[in-house]
């Protein structure tokens, strides 16, 4: 089937964002081909709100510590819940209004976030979107309907009215995307609205899982792949870590808002929200298989990577 133009217009930002990475702390616009050229050029027709994310980013002179792309900010709980359009902001999230945007809950799997932290995630976007979907898959354990209503995210989104939808994404029509470089699957059937939302919000709770040791920013974006029967698919024939590796090539949340018990973890990068999150639940980052494998994909050590990140706790008056 024919892409439609949002996914295209996802695509090349996801290309421009890794550019980006690849070169921080340099001015290497003049490497950019006629065809980077010409993404950009297009992509700026196409949304002003995400180009000016991109246009914003600040890299600091040589020597100095980045900031940007890697900033995270960690928060408390209460101070999220009160401060979300200031913190976003505050770590590179500037987006004007837009037609639709897509949140990711964990909610079928075993760490659920804040009720309070969806709903002022909800609360965040309506101003600046037409519709907002929340959005899970099935597992073999649970349906997202009955999780919906158990955790009690369908009745709290009855006081926004109908441009807030919860919805199962299994029964979504699925798309066919390529992974540039495999370490396990070559391609992904995806659901549609993943790929045509014009925002995507990651909103996981950070926790530990034997097959992965962390469960966190890219984990939960392995909770968009539709089939009911993906753990144990992935997990015995192809291994999680490289699966979710995968995944990250080609499904790019532009914001991550992880629940970490009382406090709350912000940032636009999801590798570098779960090295931040490896401390709230005791983990060396450096011996969790799938973010070495995520930052290798950028042409970059793990250990390289952690150095740039920017952390920043903030002490918000609520």
């Known amino acids: 089937?024919?892409?439609?133009?949002?996914?295209?217009?996802?695509?090349?930002?996801?290309?421009?964002?890794?550019?980006?990475?690849?070169?921080?702390?340099?001015?290497?616009?003049?490497?950019?081909?006629?065809?980077?050229?010409?993404?950009?050029?297009?992509?700026?027709?196409?949304?002003?709100?995400?180009?000016?994310?991109l246009s914003e980013i600040q890299f600091?002179?040589?020597?100095?510590?980045?900031?940007?792309?890697?900033?995270?900010?960690?928060?408390?709980?209460k101070e999220a819940v009160g401060h979300l359009p200031e913190l976003s902001l505050d770590v590179g999230f500037n987006v004007e209004e837009v037609h639709s945007a897509l949140v990711k809950p964990n909610i079928c799997g075993l760490y659920h976030p804040s009720l309070?932290?969806?709903?002022?995630?909800?609360?965040?976007?309506?101003?600046?979107?037409e519709s907002v979907v929340i959005g899970e898959t099935k597992t073999i354990v649970c349906k997202p309907e009955e999780q919906f209503e158990k955790l009690g995210v369908a009745p709290m989104l009855k006081r926004f009215g109908q441009r807030v939808r919860a919805v199962d994404l299994t029964g979504d029509e699925r798309v066919e995307v390529q992974v540039p470089n495999p370490h396990a699957i070559e391609k992904f059937l995806l659901p549609k609205t993943v790929l045509e939302s014009d925002l995507l919000v990651n909103v996981p709770k950070v926790g530990t899982w034997r097959a992965t040791r962390l469960t966190c920013a890219l984990k939960n974006l392995f909770g968009l792949v539709p089939q009911k029967r993906k753990y144990y698919r992935h997990h015995l024939f192809e291994g999680m870590e490289k699966v979710i590796a995968d995944i990250a090539q080609i499904v790019k949340p532009d914001l991550n808002i992880v629940d970490a018990g009382n406090k709350v973890i912000l940032g636009t990068d999801a590798l570098?929200?779960?090295?931040?999150?490896?401390?709230?639940?005791?983990?060396?980052?450096?011996?969790?298989?799938?973010?070495?494998?995520?930052?290798?994909?950028?042409?970059?050590?793990l250990e390289t990577f952690i150095k740039k990140i920017d952390v920043a706790e903030p002490q918000i008056r609520v």
Do not use: W
Not at 4 to 10: F, G, Y
């Open 60 to 77: 600091p002179s040589q020597g100095g510590k980045p900031m940007g792309l890697c900033r995270v900010i960690v928060c408390d709980l």
């Open 1 to 53: 089937m024919a892409v439609p133009l949002r996914i295209n217009a996802r695509r090349r930002y996801a290309r421009l964002f890794d550019f980006v990475c690849a070169h921080q702390g340099t001015h290497h616009q003049s490497t950019l081909n006629d065809d980077e050229r010409n993404d950009m050029q297009s992509l700026k027709s196409y949304s002003g709100g995400l180009l000016k994310q």
């Open 272 to 301: 570098a929200v779960d090295v931040v999150a490896c401390r709230f639940v005791d983990l060396d980052p450096l011996t969790v298989g799938y973010l070495r494998l995520v930052s290798e994909d950028r042409n970059e050590k």
């Open 116 to 129: 309070d932290l969806l709903s002022s995630v909800v609360e965040f976007l309506l101003p600046r979107a």
